[in-house]
């Protein structure tokens, strides 16, 4: 998988460091309140994980499995549930939780589907950003890095279901999916 990789964009020390800090602002904005996490699967399994370990006050957690990409690497603008939250959010802080965010299109319909489910307030946490290549505006609350508009993959972020077990965020080599 390391050949594959063009090269390294974020070391695992950036990350763990970068979780700490979002934690730690999460944990201000939500003051004495209890915290539902709600990552989109499955990119956001490895920070969601340190995102809540770093987390020192009260939270539950729960996960929903979105999709808009399918096997290709542009997304397709149309969004599809395909596991929906355990629990109900009514009355609930929701913070979101992605691995990235790209054109939009997955986060600006999940908020308003956790509105229209009368969530109490909606967060959006992301590790990475790609904000050129948005094409829904959208309010990010928690950013760990913004990113260029190249292919990344690791830390959750795959390609194909390959390459999230890699420790930092790379970026793939051209030559393996084109």
């Known amino acids: 998988m390391k050949n594959d990789i063009e090269r390294v964009l974020i070391s695992e020390d950036e990350i763990i460091t970068a979780v700490k800090k979002i934690a730690k602002q999460i944990e201000s904005d939500y003051e004495g309140k209890d915290v539902l996490f709600v990552g989109l699967l499955k990119g956001s399994v490895a920070f969601m994980s340190d995102l809540i370990k770093a987390y ?3 939270c ?5 499995d979105v999709s808009s990409y399918g096997s290709g ?4 603008g149309r969004v599809n549930i395909i596991k929906d939250l355990s629990q109900s959010i009514e009355g609930k ?5 992605e691995d990235i965010i790209d054109s939009g299109n997955t986060l600006s319909f999940i908020k308003s589907y956790f509105n229209a489910k009368k969530a109490k307030s ?3 946490c992301t590790l990475l950003n790609k904000p050129s290549r948005r094409v829904v505006e959208i309010d990010v609350d928690y950013i760990g890095f913004d990113v260029p508009d190249e292919f990344v993959v690791g830390y959750g972020l795959d390609y194909n279901e390959y390459y999230r077990n890699l420790p930092y965020v790379g970026i793939l080599k051209r030559c393996v999916y084109s």
């Open 56 to 58: 020192t006050k009260p």
């Open 60 to 64: 539950s957690i729960d996960f929903m």
């Open 73 to 76: 690497t542009q997304s397709t």
């Open 93 to 97: 802080d929701v913070v979101i939780v």
């Open 122 to 124: 909606v967060r959006i």
